[in-house]
């Protein structure tokens, strides 16, 4: 089962910050954080990951809060294109290339015009 | 860079029959893992292969089975069909040199009737 726990749908408005929480109560110290997102009838993209300390890239920034029970996605200037189905996973790298990923259910993200 | 290839992308079978998918991971990559998606479920893991071997497994039975090969493409088999195995099936490919990310390839769609 996922260790995840995530809104099943939002919405934002094109332009803003679509903020996609995500809460992780169980995740263990070596656990890391992974996000991807899923476009229609498309396979899964990664997004960002992170261990500890907050992370952004050209994509996204993702915070992470102090006790790592919860974390959030944040897309800073949504666009249509950002329609899509979010998963937060929560794993381990064990060596030899990323684990195999727990994907739950994830949030619905709907840009709207 | 072509990324992450699969074959054939949609697939008819009748139950009973095997089915054979194939995967060319990304250029550089030499871990492939495998993972089934059901209509409006998150995709679930099956294995993961790694230097020819199967690394990791998820929770599904042994009718579903692999192969890597010496070029780091590799097949999944599903053997005696059920109705319940139609659906996505998606791979992925990463490094051991792990940037955290896994690439997916589009897919192919099996349909069992």
């Known amino acids: 089962d996922a260790k995840t726990t995530q809104p099943p749908s939002m919405d934002c408005a094109e332009g803003r910050a679509a903020n996609l929480p995500c809460n992780h109560s169980?995740?263990?110290?070596?656990?890391?954080v992974y996000w991807y997102r899923q476009i229609h009838s498309q396979g899964p993209q990664y997004i960002i990951h992170g261990l500890k300390n907050n992370e952004t890239n050209e994509m996204a920034s993702l915070i992470i809060t102090e006790d790592r029970k919860s974390s959030t996605l944040i897309l800073p200037h949504a666009t249509l294109r950002d329609t899509a189905v979010y998963y937060c996973i929560v794993g381990m790298y064990s060596g030899g290339g990323a684990d195999g990923l727990t994907f739950g259910k994830g949030t619905h993200l709907i840009i709207q015009p | 860079d072509a990324g992450v290839t699969q074959s054939p992308t949609h697939l008819i079978k009748t139950r009973g029959q095997q089915v054979t998918l194939r995967c060319s991971p990304k250029?550089?990559?030499?871990?492939v893992s495998w993972y089934q998606q059901a209509l409006g479920q998150g995709p679930q893991f099956i294995f993961q292969?790694?230097?020819?071997?199967?690394?990791q497994r998820g929770n599904f039975p042994d009718r579903f089975s692999g192969h890597q090969f010496p070029n780091y493409s590799s097949e999944l088999n599903v053997n005696a069909l059920l109705l319940g195995d139609s659906a996505l099936y998606l791979c992925a490919s990463s490094s051991e040199g792990w940037d955290g990310e896994q690439y997916f390839g589009p897919g192919t769609r099996l349909t069992v009737t």
């Open positions: 169980t995740i263990s110290g070596n656990e890391y």
């Open positions: 250029s550089g990559h030499d871990t």
């Open positions: 292969y790694y230097e020819e071997e199967e690394r």
